[in-house]
């Protein structure tokens, strides 16, 4: 309330002049009448309530609290909800006996099995690389030196990817999967050159370095052809240059490892691994394949001297496969991103626009015990009322968790069609489903997967246009689940002033609207602060009071 200073201290002011305790509301003195002080409790109720009634949400059946967590910008999700699961023992102790804290949905499972799978593929890859190596060039010193120059690449590229920041994900799990290949294409050569030299008679030493000198501009060239392949996706913009710059820089990263490791870890392997000619002697693996792979080389020559003689038919057919190529470009369906599985379903609740909060509660409530009987669901989770995803009291919100995907019947896609089928008897309400996506680039919640916007200063156009567009889109068999957010046909109720009959009586249009607003407005009329938060007292009329048009009536 401010403060004074004397000769030697000062001394900050201040009063209970707040009130915190809803009771003591009850003791105010609002007005006098006949002498005699009117208290607030005499003609109203004082109670501590939600600030918003109308919001309301449940876990399967069971009403809930509904926390929805997202990470910050550039922050690692799978960190994110560990720290968050470790505190949830601690928030856990700090809630009353009745209150149970559960994960309804977690977005990093899908995540980490996707990665898991990823992880896989990679180690699968190496494996079967160095099988394949080993199967045609039939040496088991010869295979040994992929099989150390291939994970010495990959390695240098996880210490790159860390230099530069980025993290282990599927992004750049695929780049290191794709370059896995060409990783083991430079070993490959430089190995078979060595190999020839050996195989002229020279020592293992000087092979590897005539080897390596001979195609050493061969494995450069090659190098800087595949990374000029990757330097478009640097330089493209949006959403695809922002997901694939990762992946190109981390690909190009591996070739270049790759290529130097050729050029120097492999032919050192080479010199020190590799025997002379005159110490090679075939092993049994090798003496029982050789048949095998001469009629190979037998049949590839009698295809080769084939082609060769029919120059113009092979011609012929390498042009009618491209022109199939860009045939099957133009006829294949195409889109941005394949819809992921994440056994997560978003559903979005619409009911006729008048739909009070209790009715819509309901309506709710028959959605999930109708789609809680599936089999492949495991829990859900639904709100309703208007707040920072509703805008309206008609909508609502389902997050339906299913099953893991190796322990139900069908794809997400696929349960989506059921429940349809399941809920469509469910009156009064629609639900529009899709699954949950892990990247998603719409601004705007839309109850379907594709949306578009119509634009128009004039909102008359809208209420003419709209249904229009509507009725064209549903005469097309290939769309399904059409909805609109266009919301004008709601009940409303217009008060006409009597401007002369109210002024006789001293009243204005201003005392008519403050009238209405401090009954059904729930007017703000004090803040209570403390350290920690603010509570708002509202004032509005009695909700027995406020549940039809009578309640005008009894209004002055």
């Given at each position: 309330k401010g403060s004074f200073s004397g000769p030697a201290q000062t001394y900050t002011i201040n009063a209970n002049d707040q009130i915190t305790d809803p009771s003591q509301y009850n003791n105010l003195v609002i007005a006098y009448k006949n002498g005699a002080p009117v208290h607030l409790k005499d003609v109203a109720t004082v109670i501590s309530a939600p600030q918003n009634e109308e919001l309301g949400a449940w876990m399967n059946r069971t009403p809930a609290i509904i926390l929805n967590v997202d990470r910050q910008p550039n922050a690692n999700v799978i960190q994110t909800v560990n720290a968050i699961k470790k505190q949830l023992a601690t928030l856990q102790a700090g809630l009353p006996a009745a209150m149970k804290v559960t994960v309804l949905s977690d977005g990093t499972t899908a995540i980490r099995a996707s990665v898991s799978d990823a992880e896989f593929e990679l180690m699968l890859s190496v494996a079967l690389v160095v099988l394949v190596i080993f199967l045609f060039l039939r040496n088991f010193r010869a295979t040994l030196i992929p099989s150390i120059s291939v994970p010495v690449s990959l390695i240098g590229t996880l210490a790159a990817m860390y230099m530069f920041g980025f993290s282990i994900d599927n992004l750049s799990l695929m780049a290191l999967i794709v370059a896995t290949g060409f990783v083991v294409d430079d070993s490959i050569v430089m190995i078979e050159n060595v190999s020839r030299f050996i195989d002229m008679g020279e020592?293992?030493?000087?092979?590897?370095?005539?080897?390596?000198?001979?195609?050493?501009?061969?494995?450069?060239?090659?190098?800087?052809?595949?990374?000029?392949?990757?330097?478009?996706?640097?330089?493209?913009?949006?959403?695809?240059?922002?997901?694939?710059?990762?992946?190109?820089?981390?690909?190009?990263?591996?070739?270049?490892?790759?290529?130097?490791?050729?050029?120097?870890?492999?032919?050192?392997?080479?010199?020190?691994?590799?025997?002379?000619?005159?110490?090679?002697?075939?092993?049994?693996?090798?003496?029982?394949?050789?048949?095998?792979?001469?009629?190979?080389?037998?049949?590839?020559?009698?295809?080769?001297?084939?082609?060769?003689?029919?120059?113009?038919?092979?011609?012929?057919?390498?042009?009618?496969?491209?022109?199939?190529?860009?045939?099957?470009?133009?006829?294949?369906?195409?889109?941005?991103?394949?819809?992921?599985?994440?056994g997560v379903i978003e559903g979005i609740t619409q009911a006729s626009q008048s739909t009070s909060y209790a009715a819509m509660a309901q309506h709710q409530q028959q959605l999930a015990d109708a789609i809680l009987k599936d089999n492949d669901v495991v829990s859900l989770s639904s709100y309703i009322g208007i707040d920072g995803s509703n805008n309206t009291l008609n909508q609502g919100r389902l997050l339906i968790n299913l099953k893991p995907l190796n322990q139900r019947s069908d794809s997400a896609s696929a349960i989506i069609i059921r429940l349809n089928h399941e809920v469509e008897n469910v009156p009064g309400i629609e639900l529009y489903m899709q699954p949950v996506q892990s990247?998603?680039?719409?601004?705007?919640?839309?109850?379907?997967?594709?949306?578009?916007?119509?634009?128009?200063?004039?909102?008359?156009?809208?209420?003419?246009?709209?249904?229009?567009?509507?009725?064209?889109?549903?005469?097309?068999?290939?769309?399904?689940?059409?909805?609109?957010?266009?919301?004008?046909?709601?009940?409303?109720?217009?008060?006409?002033?009597?401007?002369?009959?109210?002024?006789?009586?001293?009243?204005?249009?201003?005392?008519?609207?403050?009238?209405?607003?401090?009954?059904?407005?729930?007017?703000?009329?004090?803040?209570?602060?403390?350290?920690?938060?603010?509570?708002?007292?509202?004032?509005?009329?009695?909700?027995?009071?406020?549940?039809?048009?009578?309640?005008?009536?009894?209004?002055y």
């Open positions: 020592p293992p030493l000087q092979a590897a370095l005539k080897g390596a000198g001979q195609i050493g501009f061969t494995i450069i060239s090659l190098t800087v052809s595949l990374i000029a392949v990757l330097i478009p996706l640097l330089f493209m913009g949006d959403v695809v240059g922002r997901l694939f710059s990762e992946f190109a820089i981390t690909l190009a990263v591996t070739i270049i490892i790759s290529a130097i490791t050729a050029l120097t870890l492999v032919p050192m392997l080479c010199a020190r691994i590799l025997k002379d000619k005159a110490d090679q002697h075939p092993n049994k693996f090798e003496q029982k394949s050789e048949a095998v792979f001469n009629r190979l080389i037998a049949a590839y020559g009698r295809g080769l001297t084939w082609v060769l003689a029919h120059s113009r038919l092979t011609l012929t057919v390498a042009v009618a496969a491209l022109l199939l190529t860009v045939a099957m470009y133009v006829y294949i369906p195409k889109g941005f991103f394949p819809v992921q599985d994440n990247l998603t680039l719409n601004t705007v919640v839309s109850p379907t997967q594709y949306q578009f916007s119509l634009e128009d200063i004039n909102q008359a156009d809208f209420t003419k246009y709209v249904p229009l567009l509507m009725a064209k889109l549903s005469t097309i068999p290939q769309l399904t689940d059409l909805a609109s957010d266009l919301a004008n046909s709601g009940l409303s109720v217009y008060i006409n002033i009597n401007r002369a009959n109210a002024a006789q009586f001293g009243i204005t249009p201003a005392t008519v609207d403050s009238a209405l607003y401090d009954a059904f407005g729930q007017r703000i009329i004090s803040t209570i602060f403390t350290q920690t938060n603010q509570y708002r007292v509202i004032m509005t009329v009695d909700p027995n009071m406020a549940d039809g048009l009578a309640a005008l009536k009894n209004l």
